[in-house]
């Protein structure tokens, strides 16, 4: 199984970015996918899950802002608008199934800074 995430990058405060997440190689489809993300010296948190019946959930401090997508159960999406500088950080994907065929599964991660 291999997630590729794409799409950080650079960008100004109130700017926009979109990220991208392809997974492949899974059989089973996951229940939910999710991105999370790091900032500098802080643990990794939860920014937005999209479940398999297509709910979605996103952390308190990017409601609004971010909005998360699935066009399959295998390309997971967050488009990320009014950027802050407080969003700046390392964004993972990340793929999740409960049993049976219980998986969980991260991507390598991309950097999105936003800049003053």
């Known amino acids: 199984v291999q997630l590729q995430a794409s799409g950080g990058g650079l960008v100004k405060a109130g700017g926009s970015l979109r990220l991208s997440c392809l997974a492949s190689?899974?059989?089973?489809?996951?229940?939910?996918m999710n991105w999370y993300r790091q900032a500098p010296g802080k643990q990794r948190e939860l920014v937005a899950a999209?479940?398999?019946?297509?709910?979605t959930n996103y952390a308190e401090s990017v409601k609004g802002r971010f909005t998360i997508s699935s066009d399959n159960a295998r390309t997971v999406n967050l488009q990320m608008n009014n950027l802050k500088l407080e969003d700046t950080g390392v964004y993972y994907c990340?793929?999740?199934?409960?049993?049976?065929?219980?998986?969980?599964?991260w991507g390598q991660g991309t950097l999105v800074t936003v800049s003053s």
């Open positions: 990340n793929v999740y199934r409960d049993y049976p065929y219980k998986y969980n599964h």
């Open positions: 190689g899974i059989i089973f489809s996951p229940n939910a």
């Open positions: 999209i479940k398999s019946g297509g709910s």
